[in-house]
């Protein structure tokens, strides 16, 4: 078993500064090669607590600015406009890119990966959207999907019965074909 210093967290095994016994081989195959750790030596306990240090400054400075930004986008509204179908479901879907592209449009830029969305949204309507900004900072974003062309849902079953092609009521009683 080898002592090291972690520069980073490591998941199951510790976080910045922290000294862990771990084997041999992960120590010399993976985690030094990659500069995850450094052997146990005082002058790499003074470095690591240099790099902790400036990387503490650095998450505080990154975490107040995700506060910003989230509060940006709580107070954004994304409405984006898809086609629909007959039965209200929509040709395609939104996907985080969409959602991306349309905060753009806002002046917000914000990475698709972080906006976290389980599947893509497939109808019309109102949702809450997570956004991870930050390990610390999540925010809320109201996406709005609503049918190309125009607002809300209701049109849907109308224009599927009166659309291009349909054969309306009196035009079926007399047996004659609108052309």
Do not use: W
């Amino acid at each position: 078993m080898m002592e090291i210093i972690l520069r980073e967290p490591i998941e199951n095994l510790g976080g910045r500064g922290d000294v862990v016994e771990v084997a041999n081989g992960y120590a010399r195959n993976y985690l030094l090669p990659r500069k995850l750790a450094l052997p146990v030596t005082e002058t790499n306990r003074r470095k690591v607590e240099r790099e902790r240090v400036a990387a503490e400054a650095r998450e505080a400075v990154e975490r107040k600015d995700a506060h910003s930004v989230a509060a940006r986008i709580a107070a954004a509204e994304c409405v984006i406009a898809r086609r629909v179908g007959g039965t209200g479901t929509l040709y395609g879907s939104v996907t985080s890119a969409d959602i991306a592209e349309s905060l753009e449009g806002q002046q917000l830029i914000v990475d698709k990966r972080r906006i976290v969305l389980t599947e893509p949204i497939k109808e019309l309507g109102e949702f809450v959207v997570p956004v991870k900004l930050h390990r610390d900072v999540n925010a809320e974003l109201k996406v709005t999907v609503v049918r190309e062309g125009g607002e809300g849902a209701a049109p849907a079953a109308a224009d599927a019965e009166t659309g291009p092609g349909a054969v309306t009521d009196s035009e079926a009683d007399s047996g004659t074909d609108s052309e």
